[in-house]
């Protein structure tokens, strides 16, 4: 059963645009949630992450939404760049410390230069 | 570089043999997670070390087993391979033992393909 869904295995975006990568959950006990990347041959690196009080976290380039009544957050990347071609993952932990992180099967971000 | 270690980095292998995957934590970390991730899907949670103790068990089936050491590293034993267990083995570190609000550190994996 998949608790954290990612239901757009790939996305291409044009460099300096937009990128929106999103993320549904069905658990409503999650309450933190957690972006991480993943390039070719590499592991997954954390990116940013949001808790569940909050309904949006920045980071740079990088802003996190979070809507708990629709149980689903999304990532912006403004503006894109080549670089930030990877895999991106969506994951949530319930409560927040928990010893395990649930993952979405991940987004293939395309930036076309 | 996240500073943590696995090996090997690929390996094949026939249905029904034994295989030792090896992790060695950043520096100073005291937990260890196992994670694998299947063609096209998510990283799924096998199971949790602390300074040597299992402290969570995910979807790990009863053909794995795994175990900390005093020096911190890990190692996940899967016996009587089946094709369904090649996979991508991710471990992870991190300082606390929660893994929910601090981030994990990831190691490269190691690939697993069973003929």
């Known amino acids: 059963d998949q608790q954290v869904k990612q239901n757009s295995p790939s996305l291409s975006v044009q460099e300096g645009r937009i990128s929106i990568l999103n993320c549904d959950y069905t658990?409503?006990?999650?309450?933190?949630f957690l972006w991480y990347k993943k390039y070719p041959a590499e592991g997954p690196t954390f990116l940013i992450s949001?808790?569940?009080?909050?309904d949006k976290n920045e980071d740079g380039r990088f802003t996190v939404f979070l809507n708990k009544s629709a149980k689903h957050l999304s990532l912006h990347i403004v503006p894109s760049q080549p670089g930030d071609s990877a895999v991106y993952f969506c994951a949530a932990s319930a409560p927040a410390g928990a010893n395990n992180l649930f993952f979405g099967t991940g987004t293939r971000l395309t930036v076309i230069p | 570089d996240s500073g943590v270690t696995q090996t090997p980095k690929h390996l094949i292998t026939a249905t029904g043999q034994r295989v030792t995957l090896r992790c060695s934590p950043r520096?100073?970390?005291?937990?260890v997670y196992w994670y694998q991730q299947s063609l096209d899907q998510g990283l799924q949670f096998l199971i949790q070390?602390?300074?040597?103790?299992?402290?969570a068990k995910g979807n790990i089936l009863e053909r794995f087993s795994a175990q900390q050491f005093p020096d911190l590293h890990s190692e996940l034993n899967l016996s009587s391979l089946e094709l369904g267990d090649s996979a991508l083995y991710f471990c992870?570190?991190?300082?606390?033992?929660?893994?929910?609000?601090?981030?994990?550190?990831f190691g490269e994996g190691s690939r697993l393909t069973v003929l």
């Open positions: 070390y602390y300074n040597g103790e299992e402290r």
């Open positions: 992870a570190s991190s300082l606390r033992q929660g893994a929910g609000t601090g981030e994990l550190f």
């Open positions: 658990n409503s006990m999650f309450d933190y």
């Open positions: 520096s100073g970390d005291l937990s």
């Open positions: 949001i808790s569940s009080i909050k």
